[in-house]
């Protein structure tokens, strides 16, 4: 069969577009071809994938959005797809893999006004042409918090949702030498033996709480601040947190780094990954971290925070969300004896837990899905 994958921008180190090549690439390995659809891609191209990179320019990213899904029904037409999966939100969908949390829940405390602006308008009508009754598209959930919203907002039918168990690659497993891969990427930072390194990754660096992190090591106590090392790891532009960590005197204690492929040696050289975020459908990064054995501090507001408490390898901060609960608590994990405890236990819950095989089920769930249409 020719499956069409469809998303609006591809780049490397996004986890949406890493959930995709990983689905498309079970997919090939089953004998199928992989068409993608995109305006814009960075990176290599998968050996036997077709990339089609629709050239469409607009003054604002709705418009362009629409005009690509208009064009995109003349290419799948000319190149005979048999199925067309989206990570995007969009019509004309066979099958939607729900990485993105609900908008409508989102714009709930939001002006009503606002609500009618037209890029607000472009996005709850995207939403809808998927999660409304009247859609066929069927449904590839992350966690169970979204499957709740959309429900709530759009009666969407529970049999168009299937629920996928996560999928974190198994690289980011502690390897029986995570304790040199430590001690060499402490020495290549210039990190002293008592010194505490601190970790956020992902991008989009608004979203996942970077100001947050900020003021919260801000607010440690002099002598544990100044041993505290942060380094963020996402695409974004930096520009307004650099100005923000200088801002808080911070400047000497924070790097912020592009996307990068060896996130792996920072999971074992840092003491704790801060993920504040504000909104999160699941949050991948917390079980990279699990597994890899790092303690985690994070929000009720990630779909995949259950697994932190269950895990029993760190702390959730519940809502409504205070500045001054992250701050106290990122202080006393910092200072904890019971971090090594953190550890252990994030390393067996990766060792006893199904956190590897969504994108086998997804590649399966699509494939059949597609073939009895």
Not at 219 to 240: E, F, H, M, V, Y
Not at 262 to 270: E, S, Y
Not at 342 to 357: C, D
């Amino acid at each position: 069969m020719k499956l069409a994958f469809v998303l609006f921008k591809y780049f490397p180190f996004g986890g949406l577009q890493r959930d995709m090549r990983r689905i498309a690439e079970v997919c090939q390995s089953r004998g199928h071809e992989i068409h993608i659809y995109t305006l814009s891609w960075e990176g290599e191209i998968p050996k036997g994938f077709n990339v089609h990179v629709l050239p469409i320019k607009r003054l604002s990213n709705h418009r362009r959005y629409s005009a690509f899904v208009a064009k995109l029904q003349h290419y799948l037409k000319k190149d005979a797809i048999d199925g067309t999966i989206g990570f995007n939100r969009m019509p004309g969908l066979d099958i939607y893999y729900a990485a993105d949390p609900c908008f409508r829940e989102k714009m709930v405390k939001r002006s009503p006004l606002i609500k009618m602006m037209p890029r607000y308008r472009h996005f709850l009508d995207y939403e809808e042409a998927v999660f409304s009754p009247h859609s066929k598209t069927e449904l590839l959930m992350i966690a169970e918090p979204q499957m709740q919203h959309y429900s709530q907002h759009y009666q969407t039918q529970p049999e168009r949702m299937t629920l996928l168990p996560p999928g974190i690659s198994r690289d980011r497993m502690a390897p029986p030498n995570a304790a040199e891969i430590r001690q060499a990427l402490r020495a290549e930072f210039a990190l002293k033996g008592d010194d505490l390194l601190l970790v956020t990754i992902g991008s989009g660096f608004k979203t996942k709480g970077l100001d947050r992190s900020l003021q919260a090591i801000a607010s440690l106590p002099d002598k544990l601040r100044q041993r505290t090392q942060l380094i963020t790891i996402g695409n974004d532009n930096p520009r307004a947190h650099i100005k923000q960590a200088k801002k808080l005197g911070l400047s000497n204690h924070v790097r912020i780094m592009s996307g990068r492929d060896d996130v792996p040696r920072f999971l074992q050289g840092a003491d704790l990954l801060l993920h504040p975020a504000y909104y999160e459908s699941a949050g991948m990064v917390l079980l990279e971290a699990v597994v890899a054995g790092l303690p985690v501090l994070t929000t009720d507001t990630c779909g995949y925070a259950g697994h932190i408490e269950r895990a029993k390898c760190g702390m959730v901060i519940n809502s409504p969300f205070k500045q001054s609960t992250l701050n106290q608590t990122l202080e006393h994990m910092l200072c904890s004896p019971e971090r090594g405890k953190w550890r252990a236990n994030g390393i067996h819950y990766g060792q006893t837990e199904h956190l590897y095989s969504m994108p086998e089920i997804a590649a399966e769930l699509i494939i059949n899905k597609v073939t009895a249409k």
